[in-house]
């Protein structure tokens, strides 16, 4: 514990010279590597506490007198804190070559990003480590706020104001809400302890109602639709190492924080509770996603798929809630370690992914996919690693993405188990949801990694774009790698979570096995429903490796070059014109799915003959959550700022006589109440 | 020990068998195609002459392929071969029947599926812009009904696993299922569009806006072609044992079972596999072919059938 102690205030420092550094020739370097070297550290700190179990616990003289700040680390937190530092880790990588490359071209100045980066983590630290509603809630604020910084660096360029503003008034929203249901939870007594918080017992309504807050504030913070309106706007403004941060630790820390509350802190958890996870859970997904397919930025593209990823997580959290009720702790274990495992896959390719974005922004200056095209010639090692992340966020086997869909599967394949009969409906169409979900996902990564990397180029900058420098691709490396270790050997890693799942469900992804060799998933029974990916890629390996041994030896392997068959048009094409644009890839399924949800309209314009307009299409699309929630209630928002502002150009006296009439109100108010009781 | 060895050595005949079927299998549905649209029609055998004749062409390359594009036919090729040799035909005893199960083999045609897209991306014309942006279209609605039919079948047999499915499901406790009725209705319309057949797609059309398949792969030639379409009528092939394997799976042999049995096996999957493909023949010049934007309708159909034969028995189960 006094380690973690020790690296989190190194990362304090490093924020503290940071700000002087940032001037000095090399400073990056010095911030970065510190940043990095303490996250590796913390990284394998946790590694180890999870994998010997216990539970550290400090008491700091910190704060106000009578409220000692309560940190504690159990499996929980150390598995969170293993996730978050090692993408802290690659990410302080990545942003040193990033600064770099940035030297030449375009991007953010290093000035206001380095301070902020190293007290970003410390906040995201901080909240895995507090043990009681204060520090949590300090700490959580201090990640919103170097994150809304963070957001702001590049505050030059168009819309990040406006991204930073909604992300403000979101993370305020949240705060509020988080605030109001550890008040709920820990009941009368006044001890905010998350020790307090567990022994106070809430009534059914304070329960639900601390539950629904939860979701409300961390799925603020997480992107749960429809709270997600500020996540696409906020993840992608951000220098990319902190997007990759954001979307894919960031949201995290905020399932951390429904996990801590809903399976930890609540008590004994009521059925409903996870089906209300569940149906949010699988709109996220399928909504999320569904947007993702209509961006041509690829940033956003990537921000909206983490709010389908954080969906998918929270149905996972919500199955295991849900057996966790009927008292069935293998199954609940088995959904846990689906989510857990989910969340470890998607922070190693969302990151992967958001490092490629970066590294073609900075080689090209663009994020519009509109505009790519043909990147796999020029950047060859960018373009194989994001290959491998697309196959991976799509849930390809022998990926690390699959495993963790192909545990949730077979959970979700135990619904009908269940004695609520509401539930075995829900569960089956939140299966099919997932499944929806799933193969969007393919199309999305398809249409974005096609557009991007395949093809001819779409504008001049793809053809002088140069493969970026070694940090850079060591930064998307790693993950990349991960992901494929992770997929074939999927089962260190779930022996790993073990200790978190028995903290939380009273079991272990292994419980209900009768049978355990290394590198076998088969989670419910001895028979049937198991998985094995190294199996699985040897017979991959050897029937691939026939396969070309039978072709290189029985058929020609004569190669000539031509032009591609355009159907009769051979002009040359340098703008690649005749190509697929992204939004032309995604038509057929805006259509499909968007004329309802989203009320897409494709509109042509058409020159008369002989005219020599070119003719134009118009796509028009309104996102339900802005339509009917956002802006609805920013508009209630603004009135009453409007009402409000009245009340400044008043005089002394009235301003005396309105405080007067406001505390005897008050005292009226506490008057009632003390009756009431 | 014998009975893993026995497994191997059935997993290698399984792989071998779809291998040399398959072309047939596609051959016999344009033979009796033909017949029944009153023309003589080529031999059931003319697709191995056409893959021999495509291996030996040189391959025509556009200029800016990249190496994704070269690739992409091996990767198909293997992935769907895997998931072939992956469904029990003539025996369930596999080798590799514990280490991929149903869900497995869904997403391995999903890879295959994702780099043939891909590649349809590759070159940068419209053609394959247009068929990839199809087929994952149609993908997305086959995908999920997909899932709900091995959901509603795992949910009945208790497991995932290919074999124990085709174990349980010959054993006859089953009985006469709606869910299961409606699980194989779903089945074989996901089937008809997975595999570009009318009423989605047209596997003989040359015409390029109606088509989806052959869009994708229109810059494939020599061996990558020849790759790409053993792909195809492996799939094919893949998609008619799975119906067997799960809805038809009398006369295969089982562990324990001796020779005589698999041999058995074998004379009983190819004549399924000749009704079937008879059956393909006959429902394809039945019907015409729809319209692109109606395929959302059907596939969606589909998805509603295998998520109400999945909620029939998630309620029906357990209570």
Known sequence: MAFAGVAILCLLLLSVSGIVLARRRGGDGLVYGGTGMVCAVLTVWAALRLAGGGVDEVVLPLGLPWLPAHLRADALSAFFLMVVNFTGATASLYGWGYGRAHHAGHGPEPGPVLPLYPLFLAGMNLVLLANDAFVFLVSWEFMSLASWLLVLANHREEGTGRAARIYLIMAGFGTACLLLAFGLLAGGSGD???AGIRAHVPTA???????GLVLLGAGSKAGLVPLHIWLPLAHPAAP???????????????????????????????????GAMLVTGAVTA????????MQDDLKRL????TVENIGVIVIALGMALVF?????????????SAALLHIVNHSLFKSLLFFGAGAVLSATGSRDLGRMGGLIHTMPVTAFLMLVGAAAISSLPPLNGFVGEWLLFQAILNGPTLPQWILKILIAVVGAAVALAAALAGACFVRAYGTAFLGRARSPAMETAREVNWAMRWAMAVPALLCVVLGVMPTPLLRLVEPAARLLVEAGPFDGRAYQPWFWLAPTSAVGNSYNGLVFLVAIAAVSAVLGLGIHRWASDRVRRSIPWGCGFTEPDPAGVTQYTPSSFGQPIRRAFGATVFRARDTVEMPEPGDVRPARLTVRMIDPAWAWLADPLVRLVNRAADAIDEIQFLTIRQYLSLMFFALVALLVLVAAIQQWH | MTSLLLAVLWQVVQLALVLALAPLLTGWVRWVKSRLLARRGASPFQPYRDILRLLRKDVVLAHNASWLFRASPYMIFTAIWVAAGLVPAFTSHLALAPSADLIALVALLGSARFFLALAGMDVGTSFGGIGSSREMMIAAFAEPAMLMIVFSVAILVGTTSLAEIADFMVSGTVGLRVSLALALIALIMVAIAENARIPIDNPATHLELTMVHEAMVLEYSGRHLALVEGAAMLKLLLYMALIACIFLPWGMAHPGDGVGWALWGLVTFTAKMAVGGAALAVFETSIAKMRVFRVGDFLGGALLLGILGAIFLFVSRGV
Do not use: C, N, Q
């Open chain 1, 302 to 305: 990537l921000a909206y798929s």
């Open chain 1, 240 to 274: 990319s190492h902190v997007s990759a941060l954001m979307s894919g630790v960031m949201t995290k820390v905020a399932v951390y924080a429904i996990i801590r509350v809903t399976f930890d802190l609540i008590g004994e958890p009521v059925w409903w509770w996870g």
């Open chain 1, 324 to 336: 966790k009720a009927a008292h069935v702790p293998v199954i609940a274990a088995l959904a846990l």
């Open chain 1, 205 to 211: 309504l304070a329960g639900a109602l601390g539950v």
């Open chain 1, 192 to 194: 905010y302890s998350f």
């Open chain 1, 286 to 293: 399928v909504m999320g996603i569904l947007y993702a397919l």
